[in-house]
């Protein structure tokens, strides 16, 4: 088992940024790919972000490239997703999610487990 707790949501205006963190605990977090979905109020959940297990190869949606960054500290068993240059549709609840599969996949299915979720709301 994976446990993953995320942290850093919150209101934010439009045009800012806010980093969100997630604490794995439980298995060895460098064998596990890492990523975020998103779920808006209404909306299907939604790929957001994906970085490998050694933080070489990171891929992302086409909504967020170029705005959002994934990154990971394998000594302190964290993912990062740093977010800037928010809009009013990124307002979400952001989940955690980890895959003991290397084959990149944006399918929510794939992902083993996940976090609580943490709610960002950006405001125009």
């Known amino acids: 088992q994976v446990q993953l707790v995320e942290s850093g949501g919150g209101l934010v205006q439009a045009g800012g940024s806010l980093r969100l963190s997630c604490a794995a605990s439980?298995?060895?977090?460098?064998?596990?790919?890492m990523g975020w979905f998103r779920q808006a109020p209404g909306k299907e959940r939604e790929f957001v972000a994906r970085?490998?297990?050694?933080?070489?190869?990171?891929y992302y949606a086409d909504s967020t490239k170029g705005r959002f960054a994934i990154s990971r500290d394998n000594a302190k068993n964290t993912v990062y997703l740093q977010m800037n240059s928010l809009k009013p549709e990124d307002t979400a609840v952001y989940y955690c999610?980890?895959?003991?599969?290397?084959?990149?996949?944006?399918?929510?299915?794939?992902?083993?487990?996940w976090g609580q979720g943490t709610q960002v709301t950006v405001s125009s």
């Open positions: 970085i490998s297990r050694s933080g070489g190869n990171t």
């Open positions: 439980g298995r060895t977090f460098s064998n596990y790919d």
């Open positions: 999610v980890a895959d003991r599969g290397v084959v990149l996949s944006t399918r929510e299915g794939e992902y083993d487990y």
